[in-house]
């Protein structure tokens, strides 16, 4: 996001912009701006709506059709009743159900999403949003990340009742109303632990660099799964200053 958007704003304001990105994983794609020092001694300016449309159909998505079809549902009970003799199998489904059996309120959902952590050492304060209460007053009361810092995002959840396969955190990013990025993220399989929380954390990223990349960014939040079901969505704001606090 970064990267393109300082790019675009680079062709109308001289000198140009020199890029840098440093990959800490290959485990997922990391979105460039999350990877892009910027080395600039222009003065701070808004990118111009122009600026923004260019950036938007520079990053149009082209979705590409897959041919993968998930595995068909089966419920806790149809999976606890297969090949009962196969002591490798039941070591398996121990590890991924454990050993005791599930107890879990019945009004509850089957996954719950907690809470959303800014892991980042730098930080003067802990960065943590409480997915359970009010979700809309966060776009009001943006996070604020200093430029150049390194971070994760970490999502903390509950099963309760069924596994769930292939639970997703999918992330947009939004300047002045444009879509800027888009991250898709692989979260895994997990089975019922109704007492305890899995948590999640994304890959290292850095935060940007440079007058153009600060500012703040509205951001969509999504936790889904192979199927499809909604489990939350969240808006939230983060604002990249030159320093935690200006």
Not at 88 to 105: M, P, Q, W
Not at 136 to 159: A, D, Q, T, W
Request: net charge negative.
């Amino acid at each position: 996001m970064w990267c393109s958007l300082l790019a675009v704003v680079a062709r109308d304001f001289p000198p140009p912009l020199h890029f840098t990105r440093s990959h800490h994983h290959s485990q997922e794609t990391v979105p460039a701006y999350q990877q892009c020092n910027v080395v600039s001694t222009m003065a701070e300016q808004e990118p111009t709506p122009e600026q923004l449309a260019a950036l938007a159909a520079a990053n149009e998505e082209t979705d590409s059709a897959v041919n993968y079809k998930p595995p068909a549902q089966k419920s806790l009970q149809e999976i606890q009743e297969l090949d009962k003799d196969d002591e490798s199998l039941r070591k398996y489904k121990e590890a991924l159900l454990g050993s005791t059996a599930v107890v879990a309120d019945p009004t509850a959902p089957n996954v719950q999403v907690t809470r959303m952590t800014l892991v980042c050492e730098a930080a003067p304060q802990p960065l943590v949003l409480d997915l359970q209460g009010d979700l809309e007053g966060f776009r009001k009361n943006p996070f604020v990340l200093k430029e150049g810092v390194e971070y994760r995002i970490k999502i903390n959840f509950k099963v309760n009742k069924e596994i769930v396969s292939g639970l997703k955190y999918i992330q947009q990013s939004f300047r002045k109303g444009v879509k800027v990025d888009k991250s898709d993220y692989m979260v895994g399989s997990y089975g019922p632990r109704p007492n305890e929380e899995y948590e999640f954390l994304t890959t290292l990223e850095e935060s940007p660099r440079g007058m153009l990349a600060r500012g703040t960014y509205n951001i969509k939040s999504k936790f889904t799964d192979d199927d499809k079901h909604d489990h939350l969505s969240w808006e939230w704001s983060l604002t990249i200053k030159k320093e935690w606090k200006d």
